[in-house]
């Protein structure tokens, strides 16, 4: 299916309360997509510069190939061979990586961003992705799609913290933008999400695909169809996986940058670098 347009601008401040369309699903989820967020030329570029590194590491042996299960890159910054990932320090220099944050802040995805967590944001410049999933046919060794897990649970420890069920700070207040650089969702490795607000954290065991489906059902899925550009935005509660098929034959590159409220940075991400935008 094709994502509903954003909801920008569907409310207008003058609309009396019972005037104001219903929110979706979508919405009530925290789930947006806004159209062609970063331009084409910016697109086109970060394909070029990607694509490139990618490039470097397949030329050089993919890392994957020898069992390595993460590479250390110069500057701080890795390779992640089973999810084929780089980090976005990686390719893109310091003021890059700040450009490309403060062009979408500047529109409708930091209008979206402010309204979940405030005006003072903050990049997570450590857990900033570039993700590339390959179509089935394409998988390097060791490379697999992400299954069904919430970004707010980033850095948590399960074993070690007693529950569930964890107490509502387990669950990290973020929100995750999303950034394909060319189509997917049809042809190429998208994201599938589970329209739902989850408060709080999920056992492991409730991430298996049938717990998923029995508890949440198959009508509350999407799959968006996006262009490069297009910015898919979600809460750290809300699941989602990689959507991939047997029968898509092309490779998608993606952007994932993990916003966080600057005087709100989780006690338990101390250790990873952040840039105040
Ligand atoms: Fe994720």
């Given at each position: 299916m094709r994502a509903p347009p954003p909801a920008r601008g569907s409310a207008g401040p003058l609309l009396e309360s019972s005037q104001r369309p219903a929110p979706t699903a979508l919405e009530l989820a925290g789930i947006f997509v806004h159209r062609a967020a970063v331009d084409a030329a910016a697109v086109s570029a970060l394909r070029a510069r990607t694509g490139a590194a990618y490039d470097a590491l397949e030329a050089s042996g993919h890392p994957g190939l020898r069992g390595v299960t993460r590479v250390a890159l110069p500057g701080g910054e890795s390779f992640v061979p089973t999810a084929s990932s780089l980090t976005l320090g990686a390719v893109l220099t310091a003021a890059e990586q700040r450009a490309l944050c403060s062009?979408?802040?500047?529109?409708?995805?930091?209008?979206?961003?402010?309204?979940?967590?405030?005006?003072?944001?903050?990049?997570?410049?450590?857990?900033?992705?570039?993700?590339?999933?390959?179509?089935?046919?394409?998988?390097?060794?060791?490379?697999?799609?992400?299954?069904?897990?919430?970004?707010?649970?980033?850095?948590?420890?399960?074993?070690?913290?007693?529950?569930?069920?964890?107490p509502p700070h387990a669950m990290i207040e973020m929100v995750t933008c999303w950034v394909p650089l060319g189509r997917c969702g049809a042809h190429a490795p998208g994201l599938e999400l589970v329209a739902h607000h989850n408060s709080a954290l999920l056992p492991p065991a409730d991430l298996a695909e049938a717990r998923v489906l029995s508890q949440f059902g198959a009508d509350a899925r999407?799959?968006?169809?996006?262009?490069?550009?297009?910015?898919?935005?979600?809460?750290?509660?809300?699941?989602?996986?990689?959507?991939?098929?047997?029968?898509?034959?092309?490779?998608?590159?993606?952007?994932?940058?993990?916003?966080?409220?600057?005087?709100r940075v989780p006690a338990r991400l101390l250790n990873e670098r952040f840039v105040t935008l």
């Open positions: 062009g979408l802040l500047a529109g409708p995805v930091g209008e979206s961003i402010a309204r979940a967590l405030g005006p003072s944001l903050a990049l997570c410049t450590s857990q900033a992705w570039i993700r590339r999933q390959y179509a089935p046919p394409s998988y390097p060794r060791a490379h697999a799609p992400h299954g069904w897990h919430q970004d707010g649970a980033l850095g948590f420890d399960f074993l070690g913290d007693s529950g569930p069920p964890w999407v799959r968006p169809e996006l262009e490069g550009g297009d910015a898919l935005l979600f809460p750290g509660g809300v699941l989602h996986r990689t959507h991939v098929t047997p029968q898509m034959r092309r490779d998608r590159t993606s952007i994932e940058l993990r916003f966080f409220r600057a005087d």
